[in-house]
């Protein structure tokens, strides 16, 4: 093993701070593990944070990202979990282990550790085993976007075999949102702005591709015989919000996930009240969930899409390329 530790390093706010540096290499106190990094996946997140958009300040030197994939190589005293060689994934929320989410959760890439690294020195607790059957790339893409949107419609949602689900966007969530859709019997129905996106999200397993400059409320009331829409991944945010809760069925759920229009939203209070909506938010996940994610990806073969893969020479490209759009997950390798 190298007795150097590579990782980009964010001194201030804005992509121009973001440098690769070179440090010794950290060894596992009690509690905690090393992992070598093979993937590091990007999240929207990433960017807003890296850029300094986030919304909150950040302690700065810090590590942007919070999902990688790779292999533990070193264990620390008391550490039961793991003995070393085993594939593992990070857990976006590290300490949230199950249930309600306890006050000390430490979020990782800002302000916890990050995945941009060759190396990862975190508490034991704060890994899943990765799913036997996906490569580093594809495990890398699981802990946020994949959990992101398995939590809010399978363990919050119970989304099952007959339900229609609105996806907005070919993110990552929305990606993963539409491959759950089609894996428990549901139908998605996408809204793109991109007619090429749609025809994309179209042959990953959506039934209907919306564009967004269209009258899609409408279009999606007719397609469902006046029914509405079950469940509702809004990724979009802002007036985006009011347009979703129209095409809600009774009982329906809506789960606020992203703020690309703004952290502001309003809605009709009417709606709401008549279609007895639910909304709920989505901050990730707990690590009981994200395991049970990896069951379903091994059993069920769910190849996550990779936009683009880069170099870990190539981090600025990476981000250039989340800047611009992406379907799917734009990722780091090591």
């Not at 119970?158 to 139908?187: C, D, I, M, P, S």
């Not at 994610?293 to 069920?300: G, I, K, P, T, Y």
Request: net charge neutral; hydrophobic share 45%; aromatic share 6%.
């Amino acid at each position: 093993m190298s007795d150097l530790l590579r990782q980009w390093q964010l001194t201030a706010p804005g992509l121009d701070h973001l440098s690769c540096i070179g440090s010794p290499m950290p060894q596992p106190g009690p509690g905690q593990v090393l992992v070598r990094v093979e993937a590091a996946a990007l999240n929207y997140r990433d960017l807003m944070v890296t850029t300094g958009d986030y919304g909150r300040s950040m302690p700065h030197p810090l590590v942007p990202a919070s999902d990688f994939a790779g292999t533990v190589t070193a264990v620390g005293a008391g550490v039961s979990r793991w003995q070393g060689g085993e594939r593992v994934i990070s857990t976006f929320v590290g300490g949230w282990i199950d249930g309600q989410a306890p006050a000390d959760v430490t979020i990782l890439g800002a302000p916890g550790p990050g995945g941009l690294a060759s190396n990862v020195l975190l508490d034991a607790q704060w890994l899943v085993a990765a799913p036997a059957n996906a490569s580093a790339v594809q495990a890398s893409t699981l802990p946020c976007a994949g959990l992101t949107a398995w939590f809010a419609l399978v363990e919050q949602g119970g989304l099952r075999a007959g339900q229609t689900v609105l996806v907005h966007g070919t993110g990552g969530v929305a990606l993963f949102g539409v491959q759950l859709a089609r894996l428990h019997g549901a139908q998605a129905i996408v809204v793109s702005g991109s007619a090429d996106k749609r025809e994309r999200a179209l042959a990953l397993g959506a039934h209907h591709a919306l564009p967004r400059d269209s009258d899609w409320p409408a279009e999606i009331r007719r397609l469902t015989g006046g029914h509405g829409v079950d469940q509702v991944l809004e990724t979009v945010g802002g007036a985006n919000v009011a347009r979703s809760m129209a095409v809600l069925a009774q009982g329906g759920r809506l789960s606020m996930i992203g703020v690309l229009d703004g952290g502001e939203f309003t809605a009709s209070t009417y709606d709401t009240l008549l279609q007895r909506a639910v909304v709920q938010g989505i901050s990730v996940g707990h690590r009981r969930a994200l395991e049970d994610l990896v069951r379903a990806v091994e059993l069920n073969r769910l190849q996550p899409v990779i936009a683009a893969e880069y170099g870990f020479e190539e981090v600025p490209a990476a981000f250039a390329h989340l800047t611009r759009g992406a379907f799917g997950k734009v990722v780091v390798r090591m």
